[in-house]
């Protein structure tokens, strides 16, 4: 993993193209993917990616 991203553990909210809103459990995020895209790390693996996204809130636990 990248040391480009949020290397806090929560919950996050990204907005992608369009404004939609996709909420996910992460230990970090990165956007400094092999394409570019913003990956979502949980438990070591990439559990979801987006191409596309206009901004990240972190949720207070």
């Not at 404004?19 to 949980?42: F, I, R």
């Amino acid at each position: 993993m990248s040391v480009y991203g949020m290397n806090e553990p929560g919950t996050y909210v990204i907005t992608t193209d369009m404004d939609n809103q996709t909420t996910v459990e992460a230990d970090s995020l990165d956007y400094n993917g092999p394409d570019g895209s913003l990956q979502v790390w949980k438990d070591g693996a990439v559990v979801a990616s987006f191409r596309w996204w206009q901004s990240i809130v972190r949720k207070s636990d």
